[in-house]
């Protein structure tokens, strides 16, 4: 799926302000983000953070964001999936920034 056409910083902060309610998820978005802008980040790693925020903002993904509560899960999953397959370079970041 091409996620690029989807994603601009625009949509990104938007989609971040739809979903405050969720604050992990937001934060975690939010981290993956920075990774990704990263200039240090790996190629495959800031691909791996744009396809998990290219399915977050994208409204009609597996599960269409409309949808109460069912509509976030699946976003949720996707980010918890990419930090989980990210490991060292995750841990890298949230190290870095000093977070725990």
Known sequence: MDYARHF???KFQHKLKNISGVGQIVDQAGALYGLMRDPET????????VGALGYLV???DAVADFIPVAGYLDDAGMITAAIASLGSQWQRKQDQSGED
């Open 8 to 10: 601009s910083a625009r």
């Open 58 to 60: 994208l409204p009609t």
């Open 42 to 49: 790996p190629r495959w790693v800031k691909a791996t953070c």
